[in-house]
């Protein structure tokens, strides 16, 4: 078992950041060491044992920094155990289309490391409270499933439970 993780994260809101702390807090009480970051203020992998990477999904991608960053440590992560963990509002439905296109969120991660395990979890969408009915239709149109916050701690929680790093 790995002793030292690091949760490194790109979010844009601040919700991937709030599932990556989740994550975090799960593996220490598994035991772990683990520091939770956002990968930009990640200079070197040295001490750690694995990784578990995640990112905002926006435009159907990971965040350009959190493809960068993994490009930029390929070498070093292709030495250790990494999973990785996406947070999106779209296609979170359990259709043919929706789970081939979430499942395609995490491809530039896969072009670059094997991944152990890989989580896909609904962050936050419009609300009632703050989107006019109009812009929350739009987004439903285009595949849209969270609406307002979506995050399920519980499944969270779950999937950093069964990790096997």
Request: with cysteine; hydrophobic share 45%; proline share 4%.
């Amino acid at each position: 078992m790995p002793e030292r993780v690091l949760v490194g994260y790109a979010s844009g809101t601040g919700t991937t950041a709030g599932v990556a702390e989740a994550i975090g807090r799960t593996l220490a009480d598994r035991g772990f060491a683990v520091d939770v970051k956002p990968m930009r203020e990640v200079s070197s992998l040295t001490g750690y044992d694995a990784c578990v990477l995640g990112s905002a999904i926006n435009g159907g991608s990971p965040l350009p920094e959190a493809v960068s960053w993994v490009e930029s440590n390929a070498s070093e992560l292709a030495q250790m155990p990494v999973a990785a963990f996406c947070v999106h509002g779209m296609n979170g439905g359990t259709d043919e289309a929706q789970t081939r296109k979430r499942l395609a969120y995490l491809d530039k991660f896969r072009a670059v490391v094997k991944l152990k395990a890989e989580g896909f979890f609904l962050g936050k969408g419009p609300s009632r409270e703050d989107t006019f009915f109009l812009a929350r239709w739009a987004f439903k149109a285009f595949g849209g499933t969270a609406e307002g916050d979506a995050r399920d701690w519980g499944a969270i929680r779950g999937w950093a439970e069964r990790l096997a790093l």
